[in-house]
């Protein structure tokens, strides 16, 4: 089960889509803010799903600690209304994936899981 539905892969295929949409993934990325406010893309991923919170617990020490960080500081602004200042903002090549690939790895293991419950076995005769 993936996490996000994409277009990346068909955007990938075709240089023409690939050239239109890029833009506009730009454009809609600076829209939402999140970097405005030091965050990462993956934290705003939900933490209720019982997935998510197995990701979580499969993080490092140090990059728990810092979405922590990213996230009660985004907390603190909020409630302040402001924004970082333009130099502290997270830039386009900080914000790499760094939950999604957890949880793609333990959607897949759930679904071996699945496959392997549901087997059934069949015996010669």
């Known amino acids: 089960m993936p ?3 994409s277009l990346y892969s068909a955007a990938v295929k075709r240089p023409w889509l690939m050239s239109l949409l890029k833009p506009l993934a730009s454009w809609y990325t600076n829209a939402a ?3 405005q406010m030091g965050l990462k893309a993956d934290d705003l991923i939900v933490e209720e799903d019982e997935n998510v919170l197995k990701a979580l617990s499969r993080l490092s020490p140090k990059e728990s600690y810092d979405r922590i960080y990213r996230i009660r500081r985004a907390t603190q602004l909020s409630l302040q209304q402001k924004i970082l200042p333009k130099h502290e903002w997270t830039k386009p090549e900080e ?5 999604s690939p957890i949880l793609e790895q333990i959607y897949a293991e759930n679904a071996e899981r699945d496959a392997l419950d549901t087997m059934t076995v069949l015996k010669k005769h």
């Open 3 to 5: 996490v996000a539905p």
């Open 33 to 35: 803010g999140y970097r």
């Open 95 to 99: 914000d790499v994936p760094y939950l």
